[in-house]
């Protein structure tokens, strides 16, 4: 189907295979999604129990605080990779989609740059046992403002696939021919359940890094704290997949195209659509396990299968992208002129990257490894 908002041919083709571009766009998106969910939904969830909880919840709400300066630089840092992947394996609808939402789209600098000193405001109060009205407020903004940026991205990247809204959306807010850049994907059936899911399926990674940290982090607290913890984390992953199954039925059954979904039910697709689905019961599970007595090796299977649950969504994902783009782009049919200089430093640093942070977490770790008197 053609269309005149589509962007042109790259005369330069892609710079590497497409199995390439998706592969990393897939893998860097999950990567992303960790640290992510963490802010989206882990954020607001800590600045709940500080301000309603008793002890241990109040403990457990610190301590996630003091690592969020370092968790939302890991995900603006791990962010960059599928995005970059999506600008050029998909650019034809990415820019004529984000130069709809320009304003929109440019804001997230602002809200971002915001919300990170919001969550360093709070957690100097929190370090310095003086969270004064100013520096609260400070945590409440920058949680009001991660959900507002999730709220731009899924108008971006539910536009790029509504091409047939594009028209009435350039007329409605074109001046004189020219994009405002004021329109927004609010029209779009499955912009709304799409973005509640991610805010449940935010609140089962929140879950099993409670677990994780409390595994691997929380060698100096106290059992009864641990405890609480674990217990904690089974009724928040609870919650996140009930909240996840409500709005993904919403999503998959009343808000995506007939064509869509009949290929996401069909063979052999409906065996990652079932995977995709069930996969958050894995985790559970083992959250469940984990009340009975956390140890470290059950909380290294907690964490990974909540990454297993995230890259499923990922993949599951990239095949409805294809799905719904399919009338009008086929990425798969460009023409390919691998570039291997910068194919080659790009594996280089993204290897060396992920190392890196593989080490600090080690790191950490060892510090934690003395426990707490009684």
Not at 53 to 61: M, N, Q, S
Not at 275 to 300: D, H
């Amino acid at each position: 189907m053609d269309t005149p908002f589509i962007g042109p041919d790259n005369a330069l083709g892609y710079p590497a295979p497409y199995w390439f571009l998706v592969f990393f766009k897939v893998l860097g998106f999950a990567l992303h999604m960790v640290p992510m969910n963490l802010w989206y939904a882990g954020l607001i969830t800590m600045l709940l129990l500080r301000w309603f909880g008793g002890e241990h919840a109040k403990r457990l709400g610190a301590r996630v605080m003091n690592a969020m300066p370092v968790i939302v630089a890991y995900g603006v840092n791990l962010g960059i990779v599928p995005l970059l992947f999506t600008q050029v394996a998909y650019y034809k609808v990415f820019y004529p989609a984000t130069i709809l939402i320009a304003w929109a789209w440019f804001s997230i600098i602002v809200l971002l740059t915001l919300a990170y000193y919001g969550v360093y405001l709070y957690v100097i109060g929190l370090r310095q046992d003086r969270l004064t009205p100013i520096k609260r407020a400070a945590g409440w903004v920058a949680a009001l403002l991660f959900m507002v940026i999730g709220f731009v991205f899924a108008n971006n990247f539910s536009l790029m696939t509504n091409v047939g809204a594009w028209a009435g959306l350039w007329s409605a807010t074109s001046v004189g021919g020219a994009a405002t850049g004021t329109a927004l994907n609010t029209g779009d059936s499955s912009l709304w359940p799409r973005w509640l899911m991610m805010f449940g399926l935010a609140l089962t990674t929140t879950a099993a890094y409670v677990v994780v940290d409390t595994g691997f982090f929380a060698g100096k607290e106290r059992d009864e704290y641990k405890r609480w913890a674990v217990n904690f984390a089974f009724w928040l992953y609870s919650l996140g997949i009930a909240w996840l199954a409500l709005t993904g039925s919403w999503y998959i059954f009343a808000a995506l195209k007939s064509e869509v979904r009949a290929d996401l039910l069909a063979m052999p697709t409906l065996v990652l659509t079932a995977l995709t689905a069930l996969g958050p019961g894995l985790p559970w599970l083992l959250v469940l396990f984990a009340r009975k007595g956390l140890g470290r090796g059950l909380a290294l299977l907690a964490g990974l299968a909540q990454f297993g649950v995230l890259a499923l969504n990922a993949i599951s994902r990239q095949i409805v992208q294809n799905a719904e783009l399919a009338p009008y782009l086929d990425v798969t049919a460009g023409r390919v002129n691998v570039q291997w200089s910068p194919l080659i430093l790009f594996l280089v640093l993204f290897v060396a990257g992920l190392g890196v942070v593989a080490w600090m977490v080690v790191q950490v770790v060892k510090a934690n490894r003395q426990p707490a008197a009684g």
